[in-house]
């Protein structure tokens, strides 16, 4: 292979699949309020296990209603994160454009730019903000598998339970048959939280972690969902805990509004 053409594939092959070329904003774009970093931690805050590499210009798509965007939001402001907003019309179809489904494949929000290199799946964007500021993660390799599996736990238990049910019940109109169903699934969830943190003030140990910062805005819409929290009196301290951690905002005020 001649010497050009051996440096335009070196150069193809460094090139990240996920790079996203430009970011043209979807609205005008608004700055959101970005606390300063920590000088000492709060409490929790802990070195991620492997610290990544980009914290660079970070550009944040999201939707003030959606639970997935407020989560990435309550990180971003928990760990002091700096970053430009883009609101996302969900009603005006922005997440179907050929612009946003370059950043995110799944036409959905949130998705997150860190230095051109784009995130989707609201999990994924926190855990990538975790290893990249060192904050809310796990102090061993032990603790990051039991946060991933909340994770996991969360994006069905939470996202079905709490999320699918106040979807059903405050935009779709939902048969009761239905929502009876989905606050089962709903009361599961909250009774698993409850059992843990009956044992322990947050989800994976004594400081708060990602799998918190995942789980905790859900309860902020239980009354949406039409599901009581009284008999979930650890459910109810915990979410009191998380109130009070330095960057927390109230999930319903969380995001700004166009
Ligand atoms: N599993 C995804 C769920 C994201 C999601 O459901 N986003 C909704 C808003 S809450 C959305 O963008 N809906 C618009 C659509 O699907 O067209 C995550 O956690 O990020």
Same mark, same amino acid.
């Given at each position: 292979?001649?010497?050009k053409a051996k440096k335009a594939?070196?150069? /193809?092959?460094?090139?990240?699949?996920? /790079?996203?070329?430009?970011?043209?904003?979807?609205?005008?774009?608004?700055?959101?309020?970005?606390?300063?970093?920590?000088?000492?931690?709060?409490?929790?805050?802990?070195?991620?296990?492997k610290p990544a590499k980009a914290?660079?210009?970070?550009?944040?798509?999201?939707?003030?209603?959606?639970?997935?965007?407020?989560?990435?939001?309550?990180?971003?402001?928990?760990?002091?994160?700096?970053?430009?907003?883009?609101?996302?019309?969900?009603?005006?179809?922005? +997440?179907?454009?050929?612009?946003?489904?370059? !950043?995110?494949?799944?036409?959905?929000?949130?998705? $997150?730019?860190?230095?051109?290199?784009?995130?989707?799946?609201?999990?994924?964007?926190l855990e990538h903000l975790s290893?990249?500021?060192?904050?809310?993660?796990?102090?061993?390799?032990?603790?990051?598998?039991? !946060?991933?599996?909340?994770?996991?736990?969360?994006?069905?238990?939470?996202?079905?339970?709490?999320?699918?049910?106040?979807?059903?019940?405050?935009?779709?109109?939902?048969?009761?048959?239905? $929502?009876?169903?989905?606050?089962?699934?709903?009361?599961?969830?909250?009774?698993?939280?409850?059992?843990?943190?009956?044992?322990?003030?947050?989800?994976?140990?004594?400081?708060?972690?990602?799998?918190?910062?995942?789980?905790?805005?859900? !309860?902020?819409?239980?009354?949406?969902?039409?599901?009581?929290?009284?008999?979930?009196?650890?459910? +109810?301290?915990?979410?009191?805990?998380?109130?009070?951690?330095?960057?927390? /905002?109230?999930?319903?005020?969380?995001?700004?509004?166009?």
């Amino acid at each position: 292979m001649a010497a050009k053409a051996k440096k335009a594939a070196r150069a /193809k092959a460094a090139k990240p699949a996920n /790079k996203v070329k430009k970011t043209k904003p979807l609205s005008k774009p608004a700055k959101a309020a970005a606390r300063p970093a920590a000088g000492s931690p709060a409490p929790g805050m802990r070195p991620a296990a492997k610290p990544a590499k980009a914290l660079g210009k970070i550009t944040f798509y999201g939707h003030y209603l959606s639970i997935p965007s407020i989560k990435v939001g309550l990180m971003l402001s928990l760990a002091g994160v700096e970053h430009d907003y883009r609101h996302v019309d969900l009603r005006a179809g922005e +997440q179907k454009s050929p612009h946003f489904l370059a !950043i995110n494949r799944f036409g959905q929000v949130p998705a $997150l730019v860190d230095d051109g290199t784009a995130f989707c799946q609201s999990n994924v964007i926190l855990e990538h903000l975790s290893e990249a500021a060192g904050k809310f993660g796990g102090k061993n390799e032990a603790q990051q598998r039991l !946060i991933h599996e909340w994770l996991l736990w969360e994006a069905d238990l939470m996202a079905t339970g709490l999320g699918a049910t106040r979807a059903q019940a405050v935009f779709y109109n939902a048969d009761v048959a239905v $929502l009876t169903y989905l606050r089962g699934r709903g009361n599961r969830a909250l009774d698993t939280l409850n059992a843990t943190l009956g044992k322990q003030p947050f989800l994976t140990g004594t400081q708060p972690t990602i799998a918190d910062i995942a789980c905790a805005p859900w !309860i902020a819409y239980a009354d949406e969902a039409g599901i009581p929290l009284d008999p979930h009196a650890n459910v +109810q301290s915990w979410f009191q805990r998380m109130s009070a951690l330095p960057g927390w /905002k109230s999930p319903k005020d969380a995001l700004p509004r166009p």
